[in-house]
């Protein structure tokens, strides 16, 4: 393993609320990729989440257990601050649908503008979990729907406890 100096590191940050599978397809890629992949779970304000800060970091470190390149925090603030604090110079994204794509580039053109030292990389979820988005698992288990196929078993338990789902 490369020493942390030429280590080639990078982040990928999200509010994870909740961790989806699309969501883990971009972790497990992204961590093919980099020798270190530090994955921020974020505190957003703006956002009412269904899951606390602790919550969502603990989920997300245990849908990751077998992936041994990766490192766990909490973050607030702006995404570049957290890659520099990290050493990183990517910021992987993922991309589900062409809106995100819209909406993608222009943080990552944001980003640039504040920090031209650190890159973004896009990393397209596959095709078959494009549709999967957490504001969507979350409304789906609010409604009793069945969302086992849209998340993380862990994710799905803690999703069933807060939403009383029957799980058989």
Known sequence: MANEESENRAVYL????????????VIT??????????IGIGKNSSKKPCFSLE???EMVQGA???LNNTEFYSFSGLAVNFARQHNALV??????TEADYVYEMQMAMMNFTLSSEI??????TRQDLSHI?????KEVAALGGNISR??????FENLAKRFHIETH
């Open 133 to 137: 988005s957490s504001s969507l698992v």
């Open 64 to 66: 990751c257990s077998d």
């Open 29 to 38: 890629r992204a961590a093919k990729l980099f020798d270190r992949l530090i």
């Open 150 to 155: 849209l998340v993380p078993d862990l994710v």
């Open 55 to 57: 919550e969502r970091l």
């Open 119 to 124: 890159e973004t990389v896009f990393i397209p």
């Open 91 to 96: 910021m992987v994204r993922g991309l589900r």
């Open 14 to 25: 999200g509010t994870f609320d909740p961790l989806t599978l699309g969501h883990l397809d």
